[in-house]
Nanobody
């Protein structure tokens, strides 16, 4: 059983930065693609980005490209989401997730992911 724990959320002013971390335990970390999702109040959970198990492939939704970057440290079993130039519309609960079998566009889909963290709140004030 893989467990994921996010941290690093908080309150930040528009234009600021936050770095989220997602620490994992159980399983073989570098065999999982890791995804980031977020869910705003009253909205559906949406894909933000993902990184392959080796870290050589990433992909992001258009609205965060150039602002958000995901990376991973396989030695620490941790994946990160660096968020810069935050906007009020980025306010949401952010989740990390692990996928055993993720390729191409399937990595954008919630149903592709096998394990989920509990989420961390990010609030961006204007």
């Amino acid at each position: 059983q893989v467990q994921l724990v996010e941290s690093g959320g908080g309150l930040v002013q528009a234009g600021g930065s936050l770095r989220l971390s997602c620490a994992t335990s159980g399983g073989t970390f570098d065999s999982y693609a890791m995804g980031w999702f977020r869910q705003a109040p009253g909205e559906e959970r949406e894909f933000i980005g993902y990184i392959s198990g080796s870290g050589d492939r990433t992909n992001y939704r258009e609205s965060v490209k150039g602002r958000f970057t995901t990376s991973r440290d396989n030695a620490k079993n941790t994946v990160y989401l660096q968020m810069n130039n935050l906007k009020p519309e980025d306010t949401a609960v952010y989740y990390c997730a692990a996928s055993i079998d993720c390729s191409g566009y399937r990595c954008h889909l919630i149903k592709t992911y096998d394990y989920w963290g509990q989420g961390t709140q990010v609030t961006v004030s204007s």
